[in-house]
């Protein structure tokens, strides 16, 4: 068996079919497992044809969205961590120091894990109009507008750092091609520079 899965090894390294039907259906089984594991080539793939197909039934994503909120510094976060801080009435001369902080963060990596869901959540709820939980989703009018598709992955950063990449879909929002001409419309700027800047 030994000699069967080197063989296939190889195989697989230069892009080659397994020709065994035994290591066949183990990698087809170890695949299909991880798939469930976040971070994996498969689950990757998963969230890829995700992207994919709600593209071709909603077009184009309407945004691009990366939240990293910053933990190491936040007072939220060391309350997560166990600090003792009224957050009623916050100073932020009073506290932990900067270096007690980021040893909070580091040295509690599960108090680092639920500020950064409460975070995220209370980020969808407010900008997108999105509550996700038990098995649901429930959405109404965000800042943005109305959410028809999101998918979302969470990634960490080398020292361990939490962050969200979202791609979101908008309702009623217009396509890559109608874009490119509303922008050529003076009307259609004056819109959104009033929408910005709150004119």
Not at 65 to 72: V, Y
Not at 93 to 115: M, Q, T, W
Not at 138 to 153: E, F
Request: aromatic fraction near 10%; hydrophobic fraction near 40%.
């Amino acid at each position: 068996m030994a000699a069967d899965l080197q063989q296939a090894a190889d195989k697989y390294e230069t892009w080659q079919n397994v020709s065994n039907l035994s290591v066949g259906h183990l990698l087809k089984h170890l695949c299909g497992t991880a798939s469930h594991v976040m971070g994996t080539d498969q689950s990757c793939s998963g969230v890829h044809s995700k992207v994919w197909s709600t593209t071709l039934v909603q077009g184009p994503p309407s945004l691009w969205i990366t939240i990293n909120p910053c933990d190491i510094h936040d007072p939220v976060a060391q309350v997560f961590t166990g600090a003792d801080i009224d957050l009623d009435r916050f100073c932020w001369l009073s506290g932990p120091s900067a270096p007690e902080c980021k040893h909070a963060i580091v040295n509690d990596l599960y108090g680092a894990a639920k500020f950064f869901h409460f975070t995220i959540n209370a980020m969808l709820k407010t900008l997108l109009g999105i509550d996700a939980a038990h098995q649901q989703i429930h959405r109404w009018m965000g800042i943005l507008g109305m959410v028809d598709a999101y998918i979302g992955t969470v990634e960490s950063q080398n020292q361990g750092a939490l962050h969200l990449h979202m791609i979101v879909w908008l309702e009623n929002s217009p396509s890559s091609a109608n874009l490119h001409l509303l922008f050529k419309s003076v009307e259609f700027c004056n819109c959104i520079h009033a929408y910005i800047y709150g004119c």
